[in-house]
C-alpha cells in the first residue's frame, strides 16, 4: 500500500497489486493483494482501509524479520575491496496460506531484504509443498508494481520511458550489460489503469518480473521450490552519472567478488615449457594470474590421468611462484550431435539456436561436460574458469534429455544448472571470466564492451577504441568488472599492422595499451606467449603495473567520466573514493603528435 521515495520524497508506486502470482496445478492465485481501489492514477491513504481481500488469494499467515543470509558463499583468495558478504541488513519473510478448500499444505513464503547503506530492495518467493502429493507449479510473476509512469502520452510511442528504478534479477543471461541480459523484467500495459491518458490503455507502467516460460517443474511433497530474485534500485536523480555511480555501488555490495581484479596474461600455447615461460615472466614483473587461454589446445574435459597430472604439474609450479593458473573451456556455440544438442521447438530439430548449433546443458553430454569440468578443476587445482559461450538462454524442445522433461522447463533447468556450476565456483575460489551478465550468480568478470575483429585494425586505431571503449563500458560497470583485450600476437587478422609482436619493435603502442588500461584500472587479456622479449620491453611493463599496484585502491574505485576520447584532445577520466586517503586519481591522455596547452576539462 506504499512504496516511497525518501530521498526525493515521491512515490514510487500509484496502487495496490498483489505480492505475486502463481499458476499451480494450471489454477492461478494471487498472493495477497487487495480491491476495490476506485482510480489506479493514484492513492489515496484513506482509500486503504476501505480496500478488501479477495478470498480466491492467498491470505498472509505471519511475518518473520532476521538478519540476511548468503546467497552462497565466496571464498576469498585474492586481493578484492574489502567489503562484507553477506551485505548488512534486514529481512523480512511474509507467510501467506493458500483459500480454503484449495492446495491443503502448500505455503507461499514473499522474501524481502534491505541493506545498510544503499537504497536497493530484494524481493523473491518460495513455495513450501507440505501437502502429501506433488504440485506442479506451472508459471510465476514473484514481482508486481503499478508503477508512477514517467511518461505520460496520449500516441502509442515505437519507444517509451520506463520508471526511473535500476530493476535487475540473477536470473539474466545473453549480454555482456543489464540491459541485454535482463531477460525477467517486463513493463507491461495495467489493464486496471482506466484513466491514463494513453489513448488506447497501453502506457507500459506495470513491472513484471517473471519468466518467459515456465518453470513447469513439480514441486514433491516435503520440497520447496525458489523462484529467482529481483533488486530494485532506487534512484534520486536522472543523471547518468549519478545514476552510474548507484549501480556500481549496488553491484560492489550484492556481489563483492567483482571487485576482484588479478593482472592476468593470456598464454595461447599450452605446452609445459611455454607456460612455464610465461609463469615466470608473470613473476618476475608481478603479474598475478596466467590463463591457458582460447586456440591453446587446453582440455579441460579430459579425464586422461596422464593430462590430468600433467596439466596438475603446471599449476602446481604456477603457485610455487605465486600465480594462479586458469584455463578455457567452450560451452555454448558447437555442434555435440542430434541426441544432445538444442532440439529447436519451431522444427523439433537441431539447429537454430542463438549461437546456431549448441549443446542442451539438460543432455546427457551437457550433464557430463559439468562433471568433467568441476573434476578436472578440483584434480588440477585450477584457480581459473575462463567459460566462453556461457548459457544463452537457448530453450529446447526435446523430450529425451534426462535434464528436464521438454520445452516448457528447458529454460528453467538449464539456467540452474549453469548458475550452480558458477556458485560452485564461488565457493572454491575459482575465478570466472564469463563473456555474458552472470554477476548475481557468481561470476567475476565480462568483456568491457569491444568488437573483437577490432583488434586486428592498425594499432593506433586499436588504442583510440580501446580508451572508447573503457569510457563507453564504466558508466554501469566498475572498473573491475569488465577485461579489454591487447593482441600481443596476431588475433582476427590483421598482419604485422595490428600486432604488437615482436615488442620491443612496438613499444610505443604496447606502453600505450598498458597505461591506458593499467590507467583506468581494468585488466587485459594480454594474449600472446609472454611479457616481454627485451629488458627494455620488461621495464615498461613493470612500470605500469608498479603504478597500478600503488594505486590500487583509487584505480579500482568509481571512474567519473569527464571528456571521451576522439582523437582531436585531451580526454579524461577521474578515479573517486572519498573513503580512501588518496580520494582522487585524474588520468589524463592526449592522443596528438604535438604537446596540449591552456585547455580545460569541465566536470
Known amino acids: 500500500v506504499a512504496y516511497d521515495n525518501l530521498m526525493t520524497d515521491v512515490s514510487i508506486i500509484r496502487g495496490v497489486k498483489p505480492e505475486a502470482v502463481v499458476e499451480l496445478d494450471g489454477e492461478r492465485f494471487d498472493i495477497g493483494g487487495l480491491l476495490g481501489q476506485p482510480d489506479y492514477a493514484y492513492l489515496k491513504p484513506e482509500w486503504v482501509d476501505l480496500l478488501t481481500a479477495s478470498s480466491d488469494a492467498f491470505q498472509l499467515a505471519g511475518v518473520d524479520v532476521d538478519t540476511i543470509s548468503e546467497r552462497f558463499p565466496w571464498k576469498r583468495v585474492r586481493h578484492a575491496a574489502d567489503l562484507p558478504?553477506?551485505?548488512?541488513?534486514?529481512?523480512?519473510?511474509?507467510?501467506?496460506?493458500?483459500?480454503?478448500?484449495?492446495?491443503?499444505?502448500?505455503?507461499?513464503?514473499?522474501?524481502?531484504?534491505?541493506?545498510?547503506?544503499?537504497?536497493?530492495?530484494?524481493?523473491w518467493i518460495s513455495i513450501r509443498n507440505g501437502g502429501d502429493k506433488p504440485v506442479q507449479l506451472n508459471?510465476?510473476?514473484?514481482?508486481?508494481?503499478?508503477?508512477?509512469?514517467?511518461?505520460?502520452?496520449?500516441?502509442?510511442?515505437?519507444?517509451?520511458?520506463?520508471?526511473?528504478?535500476?530493476?535487475?534479477?540473477?536470473?539474466?543471461?545473453?549480454g555482456t550489460e543489464p540491459a541485454a541480459a535482463r531477460r525477467t523484467v517486463y513493463w507491461v500495459p495495467d489493464p486496471q489503469y482506466t484513466t491514463q491518458v494513453n489513448y488506447t490503455l497501453q502506457s507500459p507502467v506495470m513491472l513484471e518480473c517473471r519468466l518467459p516460460i515456465g518453470p513447469d517443474?513439480?514441486?514433491?511433497?516435503?520440497?520447496?521450490?525458489?523462484?529467482?530474485?529481483?533488486?530494485?534500485?532506487?534512484?534520486?536523480?536522472?543523471?547518468?552519472?549519478?545514476?552510474?555511480?548507484?549501480?556500481?555501488?549496488?553491484?560492489r555490495t550484492l556481489a563483492p567478488w567483482v571487485t576482484e581484479n588479478p593482472i592476468m596474461l593470456h598464454v595461447r600455447p599450452s605446452?609445459?615449457?611455454?607456460?612455464?615461460?610465461?609463469?615466470?615472466?608473470?613473476?618476475?614483473?608481478?603479474?598475478?594470474?596466467?590463463?591457458?587461454?582460447?586456440?591453446?589446445?587446453?582440455?579441460?574435459?579430459?579425464?586422461?590421468?596422464?593430462?590430468?597430472?600433467?596439466?596438475?604439474?603446471?599449476?602446481?609450479?604456477?603457485?610455487?611462484?605465486?600465480?594462479?593458473?586458469?584455463?578455457?573451456?567452450?560451452?555454448?556455440?558447437?555442434?555435440?550431435?542430434?541426441?544432445?544438442?538444442?532440439?529447436?521447438?519451431?522444427?523439433?530439430?537441431t539447429g537454430g539456436a542463438i549461437f546456431?548449433?549448441?549443446?542442451?546443458?539438460?543432455?546427457?553430454?551437457?550433464?557430463?561436460?559439468?562433471?568433467?569440468?568441476?573434476?578436472?578443476?578440483?584434480?588440477?587445482?585450477?584457480?581459473?574458469?575462463?567459460?566462453?559461450?556461457?548459457?544463452?538462454?537457448?530453450r529446447c524442445a526435446s523430450t529425451t534429455h534426462p535434464g528436464h522433461k521438454g520445452l516448457n522447463d528447458s529454460l528453467w533447468t538449464q539456467f540452474q544448472a549453469i548458475a550452480d556450476l558458477y556458485a560452485w565456483c564461488r565457493a572454491r575460489g575459482v575465478f570466472l571470466n564469463v563473456p555474458d551478465w552472470y554477476m548475481l550468480s557468481g561470476s567475476?568478470?565480462?568483456?568491457?564492451?569491444?568488437?573483437?575483429?577490432?583488434?586486428?585494425?592498425?594499432?593506433e586505431r586499436q588504442l583510440i577504441l580501446g580508451w572508447q571503449n573503457i569510457f563507453d563500458g564504466t558508466w554501469q560497470?566498475?572498473?573491475?568488472?569488465?577485461?579489454?583485450?591487447?593482441?600481443?600476437?596476431?588475433?582476427?587478422?590483421?598482419?604485422?599492422?595490428?600486432?604488437?609482436?615482436?615488442?620491443s619493435e612496438h613499444l610505443d603502442a604496447y606502453g600505450a595499451h598498458l597505461a591506458q588500461n593499467f590507467g583506468a584500472g581494468v585488466q587485459a587479456c594480454y594474449r600472446g606467449n609472454r611479457w616481454y622479449d627485451t629488458d627494455e620491453t620488461r621495464a615498461v611493463v613493470t612500470h605500469w603495473i608498479d603504478f597500478y599496484k600503488k594505486y590500487r585502491d583509487i584505480l579500482e574505485s568509481d571512474i567519473i567520466h569527464v571528456r571521451r576520447p576522439d582523437g582531436r584532445d585531451l580526454d579524461c577520466i577521474l578515479h573517486v573514493n572519498p573513503r580512501l586517503p588518496e580520494m582522487g586519481l585524474a588520468f589524463v591522455c592526449n592522443p596528438l603528435d604535438e604537446p596540449i596547452s591552456g585547455r580545460r576539462l569541465r566536470l
Open 271 to 349: 605446452d609445459p615449457p611455454s607456460v612455464r615461460l610465461a609463469i615466470d615472466q608473470c613473476a618476475d614483473v608481478g603479474a598475478e594470474m596466467a590463463i591457458l587461454s582460447f586456440g591453446s589446445g587446453l582440455n579441460m574435459e579430459s579425464e586422461d590421468p596422464a593430462y590430468i597430472a600433467r596439466i596438475k604439474e603446471l599449476v602446481d609450479y604456477a603457485h610455487s611462484k605465486g600465480i594462479e593458473l586458469g584455463g578455457y573451456s567452450l560451452l555454448a556455440s558447437r555442434k555435440i550431435g542430434p541426441e544432445d544438442d538444442v532440439i529447436n521447438p519451431a522444427t523439433g530439430k
Open 444 to 459: 567475476n568478470k565480462t568483456a568491457m564492451g569491444y568488437r573483437e575483429v577490432n583488434w586486428s585494425l592498425p594499432r
Open 477 to 503: 560497470k566498475t572498473p573491475t568488472m569488465g577485461w579489454m583485450f591487447v593482441p600481443l600476437v596476431e588475433y582476427q587478422g590483421g598482419g604485422a599492422a595490428a600486432t604488437l609482436e615482436p615488442l
Open 85 to 123: 558478504w553477506p551485505p548488512p541488513g534486514v529481512s523480512a519473510t511474509f507467510r501467506y496460506a493458500p483459500p480454503e478448500g484449495k492446495l491443503a499444505g502448500v505455503t507461499v513464503s514473499v522474501h524481502y531484504e534491505m541493506y545498510d547503506g544503499i537504497p536497493v530492495l530484494a524481493k
Open 217 to 251: 517443474v513439480a514441486i514433491a511433497p516435503g520440497d520447496t521450490f525458489t523462484s529467482f530474485r529481483t533488486f530494485e534500485l532506487i534512484y534520486d536523480s536522472t543523471e547518468r552519472e549519478r545514476k552510474g555511480l548507484a549501480v556500481r555501488h549496488m553491484y
Open 139 to 174: 508459471t510465476f510473476i514473484s514481482e508486481i508494481l503499478a508503477a508512477v509512469e514517467s511518461d505520460s502520452s496520449v500516441d502509442v510511442r515505437e519507444q517509451w520511458n520506463y520508471p526511473n528504478i535500476h530493476i535487475e534479477t540473477d536470473f539474466a543471461y545473453g
Open 356 to 394: 546456431g548449433e549448441s549443446p542442451c546443458l539438460g543432455s546427457t553430454w551437457g550433464q557430463d561436460y559439468f562433471r568433467k569440468l568441476k573434476d578436472f578443476i578440483e584434480q588440477t587445482g585450477m584457480d581459473l574458469l575462463e567459460h566462453d559461450g556461457s548459457y544463452p538462454g537457448d
